[in-house]
């Protein structure tokens, strides 16, 4: 027979059992005690940031692509684009790096792809072909930037990460180049999204096949990319203590991945196998035959190059060289080693050491965040210098050349009886664009310049040939008129030089277009646009 309990007892249960319904544990709301999974759904983050600030990324580097209006350098346009165009559309001219061999074609697959599919949409128009493969790079560039500002959030905390955001976007070199349709962009995208998965001291997102398949998709597209992951990939080795397993499990098979993937690529274009990372490396730095296109002296990087694509951040990059810990210090030898190397080939250029940019901006980052004295100062005069020389150097600088090519559409698009109009550009070589900025099949021609890969001592491409004597090369060209082009392109320096020719063939001046405030040599501060008058005096301008 079971007890009754008594009146006391059940008198203290049921004040118990009272107290446990009253009693709720608060939520709490602060982020210290929510998972990151949750954390970052409620913020309702994309590619793991604040929408908001994806958003404004992606728009900023938007407005970037459409105020770069100038050229930079002929490989945007004649290793990517004018690829493409080629691959799409059965028509074009391709560079000698192509019938030797050197490029891959990974990278200009891209945007032959992007050009496929407006061609099938029946959308492509010139205009779409120019901007829509910078808007492509132009959103990229923005993932690269938000990577690299989620980095030194892990890395540092919010603040640091902020300023170091701040002077990447503010750099007027990066303005400058990461909407271009330039090799050393993508290579410098891929750079900074792999570092975000490198395994960093602090890093919360480390993967090493991750990282690894990006540094191999760089090298694939641009074989010297690797030259910067040298230490990175030296020190991720020294570090590791499964070390086999990292070769063996991991960097062996994303290597014979990507590599596959490449050979596979370039057998299908060039129809035979062809491993272009080699050729390439052979020409650029084995044989360094580079030089046919320039050379500077051993310092140039350190004299010349750094500091002019570093800017006004040079002061706060030092400064923050010596305020950054120590974790800092594998980032500051890969800047330093990247230079090094560089500096022992002969042709240099600005872009070639655009990959450590975003490097260099970890440490003005630092710099601007233990400033207190002078920090509005010091952020006012840094975003006003490279706002101005950005803009400059995007609306300004060097435009002549695309706005020379608008023109050259207009003789298809807005003159239908001017259709057998043909086009001769004597400029050095590559100077504008080709195709890819008219797409129209017109008959156009411009001053060639292969290097010698026979070993001539007293090698002249026909560009040197033409510049030795314009006026004697032209009447040989051009013995009668029945091969003369309608339309000639020049750069306002040789004007005088050929001056007789142009008179004698009935040429006239029809438009002018400024190209920059500081000619060089057979560069002119203008670009003249002649065309041929079969009937009538010339009437000069």
Request: charged share 15%; hydrophobic share 45%.
């Amino acid at each position: 027979m079971e007890r009754e309990p008594s009146d006391g007892s059940l008198f203290f249960r049921r004040l118990r059992n009272r107290s446990h319904e009253k009693m709720k544990l608060r939520k709490r709301k602060s982020a210290l005690y929510r998972s990151p999974e949750k954390s970052s759904g409620r913020r309702g983050d994309l590619l793991g940031e604040n929408i908001y600030l994806v958003l404004f990324t992606v728009a900023l580097r938007t407005c970037n692509c459409f105020l770069v209006q100038t050229s930079f350098v002929p490989d945007e346009y004649w290793q990517s684009l004018e690829v493409a165009h080629h691959m799409v559309f059965n028509y074009g001219y391709l560079t000698w790096e192509w019938t030797e061999r050197l490029r891959g074609y990974t990278y200009p697959l891209i945007f032959a792809s992007i050009y496929k599919i407006l061609h099938l949409l029946g959308k492509d128009s010139v205009q779409l072909l120019i901007w829509i493969p910078r808007l492509a790079q132009a959103f990229l560039s923005a993932i690269a930037d938000l990577r690299l500002y989620s980095l030194m959030k892990q890395l540092e905390n919010q603040q640091v990460a902020r300023w170091v955001f701040f002077c990447q976007l503010c750099s007027w070199f990066t303005w400058y180049c990461c909407t271009r349709t330039l090799t050393n962009t993508m290579e410098t995208v891929l750079t900074i999204i792999a570092l975000f998965y490198y395994p960093l001291e602090g890093s919360k997102s480390m993967n090493s096949v991750k990282y690894s398949s990006l540094v191999a998709l760089a090298f694939i597209i641009r074989p010297t990319a690797v030259i910067p992951w040298i230490p990175l990939l030296f020190r991720h080795f020294w570090q590791e203590q499964r070390k086999l397993d990292l070769i063996l499990h991991q960097f062996l098979p994303v290597g014979f991945v990507t590599l596959s993937w490449s050979l596979i690529i370039d057998r299908m274009f060039f129809g035979q196998w062809t491993l272009v990372q080699y050729n390439f490396l052979k020409f650029n730095v084995l044989q360094n035959l580079g030089t046919f296109y320039g050379s500077h002296s051993w310092h140039w990087y350190f004299s010349q190059g750094f500091p002019v694509v570093l800017g006004t951040h040079m002061p706060f990059f030092i400064h923050g060289c010596f305020l950054a810990p120590r974790r800092y210090r594998i980032l500051l030898v890969t800047v330093l080693w990247t230079l090094l190397v560089y500096s022992m080939l002969s042709h240099k250029e600005f872009r070639f050491i655009y990959p450590v940019l975003p490097f260099c901006m970890v440490f003005c980052g630092y710099s601007l965040n233990h400033l207190k004295t002078w920090k509005k100062p010091a952020l006012s005069f840094l975003f006003l210098s490279n706002m101005l020389l950005a803009l400059y150097t995007g609306l300004v600088h060097q435009r002549g050349t695309l706005d020379v090519m608008t023109h050259i559409q207009e003789l298809r698009y807005n003159n239908p009886h001017k259709s057998a109009a043909s086009i001769f550009v004597m400029m050095p070589c590559h100077s504008t664009p080709f195709y890819s900025h008219v797409h129209y099949p017109l008959p156009m021609r411009f001053l060639q310049c292969p290097p010698d890969l026979t070993g001539k001592s007293q090698y002249l491409d026909e560009a040197d040939i033409f510049y030795l004597n314009p006026l004697n090369w032209l009447y040989k060209e051009f013995p009668n008129n029945s091969t003369m082009p309608t339309h000639l392109i020049i750069f306002s320096v040789l004007e005088e030089e050929i001056n007789a020719f142009l008179i004698s063939r009935n040429y006239e001046r029809t438009a002018v277009f400024f190209h920059t405030h500081l000619p060089e040599g057979r560069t002119g501060s203008h670009i003249y646009v002649y065309e041929r008058k079969l009937k009538g005096k010339l009437n000069r301008r």
